[in-house]
């Protein structure tokens, strides 16, 4: 106890009134295997949308609109048009089909441009399918077309994803007099939480002493600080709450969703231990579902890089700036915890296929709140997930609760 | 007047200083309308990693650091590529032109779509 911040004035004091609005159910919910597959991305999506289908009880014509999150099916196999041939491939036609790219927040993205396709009326049932095809590229190659996101100042330099995390890394550890070990049991943490993950690409614990002896990537980060390249997909079939028990008992409520961006360009952040997009979209977020930091029982957080999960942790306002990596340390963030953050394995253990991972994150809470997350069950009536893409510049946050 | 490689960071009439420039400044909006060499200035480590899993066509190890200009009391930060390793936080180094700073060819980027020249920088001995 005594780790959870309390929440500063201005949380519930966002602009707008959302009190009478016909909140946002999300009455199914899919993924696939995670890891290295063999089928592409077309086949991925079309297997996850499929599946969420069936767990909604929805037929195929009833979908209005089907959004697609995916960064960079072009780059990764040289495929355009992956939400139109989902469409067909689904027997969805003709809803309205538009894909979603934001980086590595493509799927939260997908929520938004979901919960903003239900929330104003224009369609009566979404479905949102993210989805990436990774593997099959070296890991030169999939680094490269994710640091094709950076500005020129920073691709011509040859820095990468991992190399923003190492040089924010350094500065935390130095700045907060955090151990180098506090990074290692976020990895450790989130693997022993993937174990129990039918869908994770890694079901293996790993200890202190493995990460704390594994290669160096980015220095001080090292291999197990990294999540892995993946191919995967998953999906969401959202409606509007007045007419989510037509179709099912066990749906759960978008109660608040906000996106922010920050700079792109990483340096010139007046702070580097802040991700200005996580405060941002989560105040929004909190406002809107008329919540705090407090109130949250259960997260998602992107730990794309180890470092990653105590930025957001602080800057989500679950701990004091600075302190995140204690409260890792004591164990607040275990599943038994306080809180617990990436009971999915994270994408450290599950996996991280761009478009897909957005979306995964909301498939995990939703199973938590609606009590149907097996060996991973915590008790949860609110829960949270955040989305990273680039190295924060830009962020969605989606606050989901129980019916 | 000169053909000597410059390293500008851009000022907008209110005095904020960025390194790039943008269109319009990131603080208030207005066009940055000035630029300011930083060449033959030193600077201050901010923080440093080396990268050992570089894309295609960047050398590995890959030694990188953020560092901080002051000018006029503003400070201006940039990242770049270091020329050496053993480099600590809070040193301070200074810009040195390089031609090439990754081999276009081999990466995912077009080739004429930016400038691959620029600053590594040094340590100030």
Same mark, same amino acid.
């Given at each position: 106890m005594g780790h959870r911040r309390v929440s500063p004035p201005?949380? &519930?004091?966002?602009?707008?009134?959302?009190?009478?609005m016909d909140r946002v159910a999300i009455i199914g919910a899919s993924m696939t295997q995670f890891?290295?597959?063999?089928?592409w991305v077309a086949d991925l999506l079309s297997e996850a949308g499929a599946a969420c289908l069936r767990d909604g009880g /929805?037929?195929?014509?009833? /979908?209005?609109h089907l959004y697609v999150s995916n960064m960079a099916s072009g780059e990764f196999e040289?495929?355009?048009?992956v939400m139109n041939r989902l469409a067909h491939d689904l027997g969805a036609l003709p809803a309205y089909t538009q894909r979603v790219d934001q980086t590595s927040s493509s799927g939260g993205a997908g929520i938004y441009a979901a919960w903003q396709s239900v929330a104003s009326g224009a369609s009566d049932l979404t479905m949102l399918v993210g989805g990436e095809k990774m593997t099959h590229r070296s890991t030169a190659e999939a680094t490269d077309v994710i640091a094709s996101l950076t500005h020129p100042v920073e691709y011509k330099h040859g820095v990468t994803l991992p190399s923003f995390a190492g040089l924010t890394a350094r500065h935390y550890l130095d700045r907060y007099d955090a151990p180098r070990e506090s990074l290692a049991r976020v990895a450790v943490k989130n693997h022993r939480n993937g174990?129990?993950?039918?869908?994770?690409?890694f079901r293996k614990e790993v200890d202190l002493e493995t990460v704390m002896g594994s290669p160096v990537v980015a220095d001080p980060l090292r291999l197990y600080d990294f999540c892995p390249i993946t191919d995967g997909s998953a999906a969401l079939l959202l409606c509007p709450e007045s007419v989510a028990a037509e179709y099912t008992d066990d749906y759960s409520v978008v109660t608040g969703i906000g996106g922010a961006t920050d700079t792109h360009?990483?340096?010139?952040?007046?702070?580097?231990? /802040?991700m200005g997009g996580v405060v941002e979209s989560s105040r929004e977020a909190y406002a809107m579902a008329d919540r705090?930091?407090?109130?949250?029982?259960v997260a998602e957080l992107?730990?794309?890089?180890?470092?990653l999960e105590f930025l957001q942790s602080e800057d989500l306002g679950f701990f004091e700036k600075g302190r995140g990596w204690k409260a890792v340390e004591d164990g607040?963030?275990?599943?038994?915890?306080?809180l617990p953050i990436n009971?999915?394995?994270?994408? &450290?253990? &599950?996996?991280?296929p761009l478009g897909a991972s957005g979306v995964a994150q909301a498939y995990e809470v939703h199973r938590q709140l609606t009590g149907?997350?097996?060996?991973?069950q915590v008790e949860a009536d609110v829960g949270l997930a955040c989305n990273v893409g680039g190295f924060g510049n830009c962020v969605i946050t989606t606050v989901m609760e129980a019916a | 007047m000169t053909d000597e490689p410059r390293f500008e960071a851009h000022r907008c009439p209110n005095g904020h200083v960025t390194? %790039?420039?943008?269109?319009?400044?990131?603080?208030?909006?207005?066009? $940055?309308t000035e630029t300011i060499d930083l060449v033959d200035r030193t600077a201050t480590v901010v923080t440093w990693t080396t990268s050992?899993?570089?894309?295609?066509?960047?050398?590995?190890p890959n030694h990188i650091a953020i560092v901080a200009f002051d000018v006029a009391g503003e400070t201006v930060r940039a990242i770049g590529q270091l020329t050496t390793d053993g480099i600590a936080v809070g040193d301070e180094v200074r810009p040195v032109y390089a031609e $090439?700073?990754?081999?276009?060819?081999?990466?995912?980027?077009? %080739?004429?779509? $930016?400038?691959?020249d620029g600053f590594r920088f040094e340590p100030v001995e």
């Open positions: 201005g949380y &519930k004091s966002g602009a707008g009134d959302w009190s009478d890891g290295q597959r063999d089928e /929805v037929a195929p014509d009833e /979908v209005e040289g495929v355009s048009g174990v129990d993950n039918p869908h994770a690409q360009v990483v340096h010139e952040r007046e702070d580097p231990t /802040v705090d930091p407090d109130d949250v029982d992107h730990d794309m890089f180890t470092i607040v963030t275990d599943r038994d915890g306080e009971t999915s394995g994270g994408l &450290k253990s &599950k996996g991280h149907d997350a097996g060996n991973r | 390194y %790039p420039g943008h269109t319009l400044c990131p603080e208030c909006g207005e066009p $940055q050992t899993a570089t894309p295609p066509g960047v050398r590995e $090439q700073l990754r081999d276009p060819a081999e990466g995912i980027r077009h %080739p004429d779509s $930016q400038a691959w």
